[in-house]
């Protein structure tokens, strides 16, 4: 039996982590499964699940899961500093699946206590990659991706020497508006954009796949995770959602990772990593599917593309400003304060302006300068978001 804690366990990836994990219950022994709003699910999934713990990040909504859990002898905790807490129980594998910068400190807590790590944050490697890597490298912490497409390129560098490859190609699907005329964007609503051609998913990264900025935190993830150089990593648009990234090495060969657009490959492979076990999910038919597309991203579409490229170059805390100023653009845009368009150009002016705030690339990242960084590109993304009309 191996123990697990589910960071995040009430949204679209926890969900498909507890479907996977709900037809083993032999395998698994949970610890910890936290939440946010959603306290009826939190409640009813710790139960059915036997955790241990079940904690809210929500402070105000300590007594809702209390009452939710009475009487079950499941512990129960509330607010950002219990989810570290939770995070640091000892366990054999922790999932993150928490959305945004708040799963860096619970997700540094599972690497600082050793273990596995099964990422689907991808904020904590953007936010904070060189402190996440060596934090992993003093533990003797291993992380495994689980975004889809550095899990395909995990699974196509298995058993490879890493300095042959010369080209890593990550997939986009285009997003909501990829076949939209340019210039309808500016215009597009919360709902048009929260709508994805293939993938079912949070409506965060939804709306980030529209603006690809879900694409550029990967490219830095990529870069992060692997250790690439960024001049290595190509993004290709790809409709069908079936190839989720290729690799090439330097004999000319690509390995292609196909398979259906559904997380529980990629939740299911870090779950049984280094294991392949048997996973419920559909096998294509790829005489029906007839034909797989690509081309390259336009980048007057996309400018979220040139935006993470600038920050794969600056390193340091610029990924950290690049995430909050995103998520703050992404708040605003949910809100109806600006519009589809205008999320990336906050982007742009938060970096511009924070680039002498934050200095050059800093050898020695903490998590204080990383969370002050994301605090004050929050802050700045406010003030440029209250001027635009
Ligand atoms: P979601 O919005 O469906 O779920 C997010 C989870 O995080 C929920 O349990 C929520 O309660 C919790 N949460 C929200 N705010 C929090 C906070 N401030 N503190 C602690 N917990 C908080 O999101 P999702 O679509 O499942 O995505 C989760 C992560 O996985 C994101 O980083 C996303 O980029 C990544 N990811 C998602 C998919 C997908 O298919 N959904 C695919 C690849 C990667
Ligand atoms: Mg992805």
Redesign the pocket.
Same mark, same amino acid.
Request: net charge positive; with cysteine.
């Given at each position: 039996m191996k123990s697990l804690t589910i960071l #995040? *366990? +009430? #949204?679209?990836? $926890?969900r498909n982590t507890i479907d996977l994990v709900a037809r083993e219950p032999d395998r698994w022994r949970i610890e910890a499964l +936290? $939440? #946010? =709003?959603?306290i009826d699910r939190l409640a009813q999934d710790a139960r059915r699940l036997g955790a241990r713990i079940a904690v809210t990040?929500e402070p105000a909504l300590h007594g809702a899961l209390r009452d939710a859990l009475a009487g079950s002898g499941i512990e129960t905790a509330a607010g950002?500093a219990a989810?570290v807490e939770a995070a640091s129980r000892p366990v054999d594998l922790t999932l993150s *699946?928490?959305? $945004?910068a *708040?799963?860096l400190p619970p997700g540094l807590a599972a690497l600082e206590r050793g273990g596995t790590l099964a990422l *689907?944050?991808?904020?904590t490697l953007v936010c904070a990659g060189p402190l996440v890597m060596a934090s992993a490298a003093a533990s003797g912490a291993r992380i495994l991706p689980?975004?889809?497409e550095h899990s395909a390129i995990f699974q196509a560098l298995a058993g490879e020497d890493t300095a042959t490859v010369e080209r890593v190609v990550i997939t986009a699907s285009g997003g909501a508006f990829r076949d939209w005329p340019l210039d309808r964007l500016a215009a597009a609503t919360v709902e048009q954009a929260s709508t994805h051609p293939n993938?079912a998913?949070?409506? =965060?990264?939804t709306i980030d796949s529209a603006s690809m900025f879900?694409k550029a935190l990967e490219l830095i993830e990529a870069q992060q995770f692997f250790g690439l150089d960024p001049a290595l990593i190509e993004v290709l648009i790809h409709p069908q959602s079936l190839i989720h990234a290729l690799v090439g090495f330097h004999d000319g060969a690509l390995m292609a990772h196909v398979g259906p657009p559904d997380?529980r490959h990629a939740i299911g492979y870090a779950l049984n990593w280094p294991q392949r076990r048997a996973l419920p999910v559909e096998r294509l038919d790829l005489a029906r599917i007839g034909q797989l597309s690509f081309t390259a991203p336009d980048p007057a579409r996309y400018p979220a593309l040139a935006l993470a490229r600038e920050v794969m170059a600056a390193g340091g805390l610029a990924g950290a400003v690049f995430n909050a100023a995103k998520e703050a653009a992404l708040d605003g845009f949910i809100a109806g304060q600006i519009g589809f368009t205008a999320m990336s150009v906050v982007v742009e002016r938060v970096m511009a302006r924070m680039t002498p705030e934050i200095g050059p690339d800093r050898a020695a990242m903490t998590l204080d300068a990383v969370l002050d960084a994301d605090r004050l590109a929050r802050i700045r993304a406010r003030e440029i978001i209250e001027t635009m009309d």
């Open positions: #995040g *366990a +009430t #949204g679209s990836i $926890g +936290t $939440g #946010g =709003r959603n990040c950002p989810l *699946a928490i959305v $945004g *708040a799963g *689907a944050n991808k904020e689980v975004d889809s993938w998913m949070g409506q =965060r990264i879900n997380m």
